[in-house]
């Protein structure tokens, strides 16, 4: 059993200025044992198609490289432009298309987990469905590879439905924390209850600040600016729960890299604090 210590790391998504071998020496060089990878910001305005272009067989090996003195590798969609349950056959393959891509690549560079975005055809059933279809698929390619997978979302029920121990939920406390009251007790308690609900199939965490401004809640805060969620219970529940998996940090203010990395630390300073 790995300790929260080794299970608190840092999104390369954070530092979007700065190329992502960078990012993982800078999050290396700051003691962090876990990092979650997304490919698709390998450079700064980097577009949807030229991360595979980027990541070659070679590099593909030299990012493995690079991150074998990590305890937890995950890798993460976001930012590919893309709608997996798109009502258009064509723009829905094409979101196939690099979803297959990242968990290949997931693979390629030795990672544990990969989880992809979820997708909107405007109605739920619909939603759902495609969701399901591609799940599926992703569960069965998971399972061969010894690689769990799954969606960012809140549909636990899609979950049950693909059936595999190797697809579940990346569960974004801060984005669960907007579809709450902007109140620190009710937002918490109602993020507290969906944690538990989720808790079975739950393989990974977002976890950032959130900040409320009057009726709107702003995610991706540094901790010192957290105004909408007490991290000290949900740290309590996840430890009740016997949770296992990774804590990743998305904290998204635009800064130079040594601040956002002093953000995450802090973070993780704070995190550890409530054990």
């Not at 979007?16 to 071998?21: A, D, F, K, S």
């Not at 979302?153 to 439905?161: C, H, L, S, T």
């Not at 977002?206 to 809640?217: R, T």
Request: proline share 5%; glycine share 6%.
């Amino acid at each position: 059993m790995k300790p929260l210590d080794d299970r608190i790391g840092v999104s390369t998504l954070c530092m979007p200025r700065i190329p992502i071998e960078e990012a993982v020496g800078r999050i290396q060089d700051a003691g962090f044992k876990a990092i979650e990878i997304v490919p698709v910001k390998v450079q700064r305005d980097s577009n949807i198609d030229y991360w595979m272009e980027y990541f070659t067989p070679t590099k593909r090996k030299e990012m493995k490289s690079l991150l074998k003195t990590f305890e937890t590798v995950t890798v993460h969609s976001s930012s590919l432009g893309v709608n997996i349950c798109h009502t258009d056959s064509v723009e829905r393959q094409r979101a196939i298309y690099q979803y297959n891509a990242i968990m290949e690549f997931a693979v390629d560079i030795g990672a544990q987990i990969v989880t992809m975005h979820s997708g909107n055809a405007g109605d739920r059933h619909l939603t759902d469905k495609y969701h399901l279809d591609y799940g599926q698929t992703a569960a069965e390619y998971a399972a061969r590879h010894n690689l769990t997978a799954g969606y960012e979302f809140f549909r636990p029920n899609v979950i049950a439905q693909i059936g595999s121990p190797h697809f579940g939920i990346n569960f974004d406390i801060g984005h669960a924390a907007q579809r709450m009251p902007p109140s620190r007790e009710k937002c918490t308690q109602g993020v507290l209850e969906w944690i538990e609900q989720m808790m079975p199939v739950i393989v990974e965490f977002h976890v950032h600040g959130v900040f409320i401004d009057g009726e709107s809640m702003i995610d991706h805060q540094p901790f010192h600016r957290n105004t909408a969620l007490d991290y000290s219970r949900i740290i309590s529940l996840l430890i009740e729960k016997n949770y296992q998996g990774p804590l990743m940090l998305e904290i998204e203010i635009p800064s130079e890299p040594e601040t956002t990395i002093a953000y995450c630390k802090e973070a993780k300073m704070e995190l550890l604090r409530f054990l």
